[in-house]
C-alpha cells in the first residue's frame, strides 16, 4: 500500500515508511477549518505493538506506513499521528474532530460532524481494547506484568553429584527451560545432600522449602504406597506401556490426585527401560535358592522378595558396591549394565541375571509445588510440561543406547557371565507378585483404586503388544 495522504486546506503531506506500521487512511480528505483537540493519555510503553495490530485487524489494512495529521486551529500542519504516538511521542494521543466542518469519505460523500465523533471514539474503544488485552489476567491469575517476570527455583534431586543420566538429565532439564523461556525460568539444581538429604526430597517440595524434586515415586512408599504404580510394578509394563497409562491411559490424572494433599504436582521425566534381574554371589537354579539371601531390592519388588524367602535390604547406591564385596548383601540390584559396570559390581560378584522381573520399564518423577505452579503465568507451566516430556524421551534413549554399549564390554572386556533366571523362578515369582498386590489393596484404599486401573490398562496393553 502507498502512503496515505492527507489534504488540508490544498496543503497534502505524504508519510515516510514507518518500522512500526501505519493506521489505512487510504484517500480520505480532512477539510479542517476549527478543530476540537481531544487529548487522551495512554499508556503504550508494553503495548504499542499490541494496540497498532488490532487497529489494522479493525481497519482491514497491513500497517506499514503512517500518515502525518493535524492542525492547530486552521493554522499550521503540526505533522504529527499515530507514527509519532508509538514512536516519538508514547505519552498520548490526538483525536481531532470538526467544529462546523467537514469530513470526506473514499467516495467523495460528505459525512455529518456526529458520524464523524462516533468514528472517532469507536477507534478510541478498538484501541483501548486492544490496550486491554495486555493487562487482562492470565488463567493462572497473573497478569501481562507477571508474564514477563523472572523466577529463581531450586531444584534436589534423589541422586549423587554428576551421576550419568540421571542427575544429568535434570541438568539439562533446568537449562532447556531457561534457553525456552528466555531466562525468564531459572532453576538451580542440586544433587542429594547438597540442599536436602536425598530421601527429603518429597517433603522439601511438598513444605514449599524448594520449588521442585526428581527422584523416583516407591521412595515414598511408606509415605503413599500406592505411589509405587508410578515408578514400577513387578512383571508390569515396560517404558513404552508406562507411557502410554500415563500420558494418554489416565494414569497421570490419577497421579495427581494422589498426590494432591501433598501438595505436589508430578510430571513423568526419565525412565531407565528394562533392568537388569542383578548380581548374585551364587547360581540361582530354582526359588529354593533365593531363602535366606539377603538382597538389596527396593519397592515392590523387595515385597516379592521377601514372600519368596530372602531378606530385601534397603540401601544407598553409593554403598552397594562395598557391601556385596564384603558380603554384608548376597545380592543388588541396581540399575542396568551401563551403570553397574560403572559401579564396579561385576567385581564383587560373578552372576549376573535378567531380565529385571521386578522393575521393567521404572518411572522417573518430577515434582513441583502447586503453589509454585500456581503462581507461574501459562506459557512458563506450558514450558515445564513439555521440557519435562522431552526430558523423559531423553533419558530413556540414553538408557538404552549406553546400556547396549555396557553390556557388550560387560562381556566382552570384563568377560562377565550373563545368566537368565529359569522359568521355574520367573514363574514363581509372577505368581508371587500377583499375591502382594491383592495384599497390599486390601489394606490401602488408594492402593486398589490405582491397582484395578493399572491392571485394566495393563491387560488391554498386553492384547495390543
Known sequence: ???????????????????????????????????????????????????????????????????????????????????????????????????????ANNQGKVMHPFITK???????????????????PTASGGSAAAEGKSYNWKLVTTWPPNFPIFQEGVERFAKDLKTISNGRLNIKVYAGGELVPPLQAFDAVSQGTVEMSHGAAYYWAGKIPAGQFFTAVPFGMNAQGMNSWLYAGGGLELWRELYKPHNLMPFPMGNTGVQMGGWFNKKIDSIADLKGLKMRIPGLGGKVFAKAGG?????????????????????????????????????AAKYYYYPGWHEPGPVLELNVNTQAWASLPPDLQKAIETTAAATNLWMLAQFEAKNLEALAKL???????????????????????????????????????????????????????
Open 411 to 465: 562381556k566382552n572386556e570384563h568377560h562377565v557371565q550373563v545368566y537368565e533366571f529359569p522359568d521355574e523362578v520367573i514363574n514363581e515369582l509372577r505368581t508371587l507378585s500377583k499375591v502382594v498386590l491383592e495384599e497390599e489393596a486390601a489394606k490401602n484404599a488408594d492402593f486398589k483404586h490405582i491397582y484395578q486401573a493399572y491392571k485394566t490398562f495393563a491387560d488391554n496393553n498386553d492384547s495390543w503388544s
Open 311 to 347: 531378606t530385601p535390604v534397603l540401601m544407598a547406591g553409593g554403598e552397594i558396591y562395598t557391601a556385596l564385596d564384603r558380603g554384608t548383601i548376597d545380592a543388588t540390584e541396581w540399575v542396568g549394565p551401563y551403570h553397574d559396570e560403572r559401579l564396579g559390581l561385576y567385581r
Open 118 to 136: 462516533f468514528t472517532v471514539l469507536m477507534a478510541l474503544g478498538l484501541l483501548l481494547a486492544a490496550c486491554g488485552q495486555s493487562s487482562t
Open 1 to 103: 500500500m502507498p502512503p496515505a495522504r492527507v489534504s488540508y486546506n490544498g496543503i497534502t503531506s505524504a508519510s515516510q515508511a514507518d518500522d512500526v506500521g501505519s493506521i489505512p487512511i487510504t484517500r480520505s480528505t480532512l477539510n479542517l477549518p476549527a478543530t476540537n483537540i481531544f487529548l487522551f493519555r495512554l499508556k503504550f510503553y508494553s503495548v504499542a505493538a499490541n494496540c497498532a495490530q488490532t487497529l489494522a485487524d479493525a481497519g482491514q489494512g497491513n500497517l506499514h506506513e503512517y500518515a502525518p495529521i493535524g492542525t492547530e486551529r486552521g493554522s499550521s500542519l503540526l505533522n504529527f499521528g499515530p507514527s509519532h504516538l508509538l514512536r516519538r511521542a508514547p505519552w498520548g494521543l490526538l483525536f481531532y474532530t470538526p467544529q462546523g466542518g467537514r469530513i
